[in-house]
């Protein structure tokens, strides 16, 4: 459920700021209303933990785990110098690679024409002897040396053109030539230089897996400077009147026992009041159960649902388990979830609100795929494995030759399942919407009941079009057409508004309600989706097994099982992506919109101490 918040507002002295905002900290309940974003207060710690985030990015990318580096414990003077020799040290690799990467295209350049000191031929020049050097074909060299006014000499390379130097001349108009630049010091001079960055760059990276130990330190300072930034925001928020100070809030309603006695034995004055609807206090939902599992999807998908939004968590939780099950569709893939649950479980030795999500969704997949006879989509496992055939339904089994049924009755009847998840799963949406109306006496009621009616009826005509299942499809027209004036007269009917003016405003969104009629047989039609992606993975998990079948003897027996490995665990990957692409948009998209949620919420969490930071506030309090 959502727990019901109560707007608070403390207040004290002006002078006293400093001490309120620290016990506040401390009591660690009240999460405070429109934290400012930006204050010049926090601008050396940003900037601090900016460069704190910079290095340990750095380093991890240095971070071998085969052989874990000890953590060393530093302070924070010690992890500044730390961080600002490693900066240093990234520009300076940074621009020794530059510099090699010059040095090796100069190397490439002119390591044809051998070791050579340039300033040699610099000399030269000062004693009236100036060289100069080109690249040219052979048709251009017969023309250099049929001129009498040059004087020149060939050059060995290792280039395909020829090379020539000329003597105190200049090449002839007319004949083609590219004139080699000299570089500024020795081959032998770079390839000494590249030798020496070589070591450096070497050096530095030495340094930067020596600084890994102090990863920890720079992360805990990073938390720390973290909470003293959100400190000096919240206090930047506290509104200055006179000699007042007063700073609002919001707390769950059940803790409101708690504020008291902690504002009169604080000597703080408080203001105690129910959000007004204009107001968009936090969300804080509380689960018992199974259905706190469903926390750490919220998480991962980044859900909240608005304060006064309705809870469908258990809703979510139940389809979610049920579309993955089919998406994945393998019994096979549900057993490698499970034990990567039992893995994770041994790991971190307790079963986590994630652990236990992993086994919930690993057991649906079991149970769907032991339905319909898959395990690694491979008819062979229950040829050999006959028990296995006790938990198949005949009517859904992606074998049907197996058990004497017709392919085509039992592709019929996945889709008919699929079918009726969807309208279940819609009609289920629209029935939560006339409850809680029929509660509040609204009469839009009657709108839902329209949609409801739609939804069914709807449903019907997909198996129709779809199965070829024998339906009343004149009693559906009727049907549709009932619903969809019901719709058109009491969809904008509210409590607080006059029934005539309600349908007045109805009538006005006719168009809308027509393509939303369409839009509701389209929902209905999407929920095939289940079948097709499920049939999909089906289908590539046999094509896997067909091309390992074929190695499966001699000296390939190994690449057939390394096919296995990698074509399963290919399937099973996109099998989480199509999990999250349409198993998530059937719960988001379709039922949450049916069901009014817009998920426009956000979490409750509250101004409070963390580690060791209750220690230094006593110190500073």
Not at 194 to 210: A, P, T
Not at 433 to 445: G, N, P
Request: hydrophobic fraction near 40%.
């Amino acid at each position: 459920m959502i727990v019901e918040m109560k707007k608070v507002t403390i207040l004290s002295e002006q002078k006293r700021k400093k001490e309120v905002i620290s016990s506040l900290r401390r009591f660690g309940l009240v999460h405070v209303e429109d934290v400012v974003n930006k204050t010049s207060s926090t601008l050396s710690l940003e900037n601090a933990n900016d460069t704190y985030n910079k290095v340990v990015s750095f380093l991890d990318g240095f971070v071998d785990k085969k052989n874990p580096v000890k953590s060393v414990s530093i302070d924070k003077d010690k992890i500044d110098e730390v961080c600002s020799s490693i900066n240093s040290l990234i520009q300076e690799e940074a621009k020794l690679n530059e510099r090699n990467r010059s040095l090796n295209s100069e190397v490439d350049r002119i390591k044809q024409f051998g070791n050579f000191d340039p300033k040699e031929i610099e000399k030269l020049k000062g004693e009236g002897i100036n060289l100069s050097f080109y690249f040219v074909g052979k048709k251009e060299k017969l023309a250099i040396r049929e001129n009498k006014d040059v004087t020149f000499v060939s050059v060995k390379t290792d280039s395909t053109n020829d090379c020539v130097c000329l003597i105190n001349s200049s090449i002839p108009q007319g004949i083609a030539a590219t004139e080699i630049v000299m570089p500024t010091t020795s081959l032998l001079s770079m390839e000494d230089e590249l030798f020496i960055n070589k070591k450096r760059i070497e050096e530095i990276n030495s340094i930067y897996k020596e600084s890994i130990c102090y990863c920890d330190s720079i992360k805990s300072q990073i938390k720390k400077n973290d909470e003293e930034i959100f400190y000096l925001r919240v206090t930047d928020t506290a509104k200055d009147v006179d000699s007042v100070t007063y700073i609002s809030g919001y707390i769950p309603a059940e803790k409101i026992d708690e504020f008291k006695s902690f504002c009169t034995s604080n000597k703080l004055g408080y203001l105690i009041d129910d959000p007004k609807d204009e107001e968009n206090p936090p969300t804080l939902l509380k689960h018992k159960g199974f259905i706190k599992f469903v926390q750490p999807l919220y998480d991962a998908l980044g859900l909240v649902p608005g304060y006064r939004e309705k809870d469908i968590s258990v809703y979510f939780l139940v389809f979610m388990s049920l579309f993955t099950a089919m998406i994945l569709g393998d019994a096979g893939y549900g057993l490698i979830l499970f034990l990567c649950g039992i893995l994770l479980n041994v790991k971190s030795k307790k079963c986590s609100d994630m652990n236990a999500l992993l086994y919930l969704f690993s057991g649906a997949t079991i149970v769907w795929g032991a339905i319909t006879g898959t395990w690694f989509g491979s008819e062979l496992i229950l040829e050999k494995l006959p028990f296995l055939r006790i938990f198949v339904i005949p009517g859904l089994t992606n074998f049907p030759a197996l058990f004497n049924m017709d392919a085509n009755l039992v592709q019929n009847n996945v889709m008919t399942f699929c079918f009726s998840v969807g309208a279940i799963h819609l009609s289920l949406a629209r029935a939560i919407c006339i409850f809680d109306k029929i509660k509040s006496k609204d009469l839009s009621l009657l709108a839902d009941f329209g949609w409801l009616m739609n939804t069914v009826l709807l449903y019907l005509l997909s198996l129709y079009l779809v199965v070829h299942a024998t339906v009343p499809l004149g009693t559906i027209a009727l049907g549709v057409g009932i619903g969809f004036v019901l719709v058109c007269l009491f969809g904008s009917v509210e409590p607080d508004k006059p029934l005539g003016q309600g349908i007045k405003e109805s009538l006005g969104s006719f168009f809308t309600n027509f393509l939303d009629t369409i839009s509701c047989f389209s929902n209905v039609m999407s929920y095939i989706r289940l079948f097709a992606v499920g049939l999909a993975s089906l289908a590539i998990a046999q094509s896997f097994n067909g091309m390992a079948e074929g190695l499966m003897s001699g000296f390939t027996i190994p690449f057939g099982i390394l096919i296995l490995l990698l074509g399963h665990g290919v399937n099973l990957i996109m099998g989480f992506l199509s999990v999250v692409v349409h198993g998530v948009r059937l719960n988001i998209m379709e039922f949450s919109g049916q069901v009014g949620v817009e998920w426009s919420g956000y979490k409750y969490e509250p101004f409070a101490l963390k580690g060791d930071k209750e220690k230094e506030e006593t110190q500073r309090s």
